[in-house]
């Protein structure tokens, strides 16, 4: 009996380790967050496949390179000539001039501050005894830092992700007073978002994604609204419908919102289309958490091509007619899976997706500038969940206000012109000369 009940023990501890391998084994394979976890989270990534590691790397045989181009004579910007040594640097007998040899290379400056001093020429009136001070072009009234200077702050810290205590060093100023300085900056563009919104009610296409944002310590949201001209960013505590009625209104508006299926969303007042790339993860997830199930494996064999091809429609670059019909044939294609009988419940739910979102789901059959994903908002998402990731979110309110304002206006202009520092300095010189001006007609209207 007592050799039995050892058995008995020794036996339940072999099927408890045994569970609690096969879990430890699981969590090494599994991302912390589904198909959804980005590359850098997951603790096990897939080897290369074999026919990717026999591949030998470099140029192919025969192939031209892209070797150092020449650079043309209207991009260089300063002409030098070295003289060459007077005597042979290895007999020391006298050199014969030989004409000259051109060589071009690129150089930069180091990114420093100019400190400069203005002697402001001052004149009496001798009609009202009034005193006026000259004014140095390109310089806000009692500002300290000209307009090159606030151009390059802004751009590098809201556009390029640049971190402010890196600007403070190379510039040798203080946080503080850059800080102040961008914060002024945003006052005076305020009123370009109120124009920015207008906007962007009326795109035919339009684009919507959120992702987190702490501020002052506590957990917040970013949400960019954006279209192919637009970024529209609005930072708040909530992830609550109310930010997105703030920005659409309340009235009826035209063209088709691009979203995932956040209930956020659901109360804009125009017409919505749902992402594919969200669905088609969840079918791929079906098939990975059902792998033995051979309903669920010729269900996701047969329906997650058609969303992958739904999604590559637009990039094969059909004429209108032939869009059409290729569009209506994977329609019919996909709305024929729906409907077809299932027994697992995995596969009803995709299902009942479709059915009862019909109305928000082929949208993109209708016309190829309508997408099937909303890969655009989400890559416009990228730069700020870096940022995120190296300053923890925005300090105060007042800096989740100013980030929002100028990251608006900066990535906006960014879609609207060639050469973003010229533009963004000449509306900043034009306030400096006037600020009652329409800062929006200043940034836009030319662009």
């Not at 020449?70 to 991009?75: A, R, V």
């Amino acid at each position: 009996m007592e050799k039995q009940r050892l058995i008995d023990r020794l036996q339940e501890e072999i099927v408890r380790l045994k569970a609690r391998l096969r879990y430890q084994e699981r969590s090494a394979k599994e991302a912390p967050f589904g198909s959804s976890t980005p590359s850098a989270m997951r603790p096990i990534k897939p080897n290369t496949p074999p026919e990717g590691s026999q591949r030998r790397g470099g140029a192919k045989p025969g192939h031209p390179g892209h070797g150092r181009r020449h650079i043309p004579e209207e991009d260089v910007t300063r002409h030098e000539v070295v003289p060459g040594p007077k005597r042979c640097p290895y007999c020391g007998g006298p050199l014969d001039p030989k004409g000259s040899k051109a060589r071009t290379i690129i150089e930069v400056d180091p990114v420093q501050k100019e400190v400069v001093r203005y002697e402001l020429e001052q004149c009496d009136c001798s009609h009202c005894h009034r005193t006026y001070t000259a004014r140095p072009a390109g310089v806000f009234a009692k500002g300290l830092f000209g307009n090159r200077l606030l151009t390059h702050l802004a751009l590098e810290h809201y556009l390029h992700g640049v971190t402010m205590g890196r600007l403070s060093a190379q510039l040798g100023l203080t946080q503080g007073g850059l800080w102040a300085a961008l914060h002024q900056l945003a006052n005076r563009l305020a009123t370009v978002v109120d124009h920015l919104v207008r906007e962007y009610r009326c795109a035919p296409v339009k684009h919507a994604d959120e992702t987190g944002w702490r501020n002052d310590g506590h957990n917040g949201y970013a949400w960019l609204f954006c279209t192919p001209l637009l970024s529209l960013f609005r930072f708040r505590q909530t992830r609550s419908g109310s930010v997105a009625r703030e920005v659409f209104g309340t009235r009826r508006l035209p063209g088709v919102l691009v979203v995932d299926r956040y209930k956020g969303y659901n109360q804009a007042p125009c017409a919505i289309q749902y992402c594919y790339a969200h669905l088609l993860r969840e079918v791929q997830d079906l098939g990975t958490e059902f792998p033995e199930m051979n309903e669920v494996a010729q269900f996701v064999a047969s329906f997650a091509p058609l969303l992958a091809n739904a999604m590559k429609l637009r990039a094969e670059q059909l004429t209108a007619p032939a869009f059409r019909q290729r569009a209506l044939e994977l329609k019919i294609e996909i709305k024929a899976l729906v409907h077809s009988p299932a027994q697992h419940p995995g596969i009803q739910k995709i299902q009942n997706i479709f059915r009862e979102q019909a109305a928000r789901l082929y949208h993109w059959a209708k016309a190829p500038t309508v997408p099937a994903d909303n890969n655009h908002a989400e890559r416009e998402l990228r730069p700020l969940v870096i940022a995120r990731k190296i300053s923890f979110g925005s300090q105060s309110e007042q800096g989740a206000q100013t980030r929002e304002i100028l990251m608006s206006v900066l990535h906006t202009l960014r879609k609207r012109t060639d050469n973003l520092f010229d533009a963004f300095k000449r509306c900043l010189d034009a306030l400096a000369k006037n600020e009652k001006r329409d800062p929006y007609k200043l940034l836009f209207d030319s662009s």
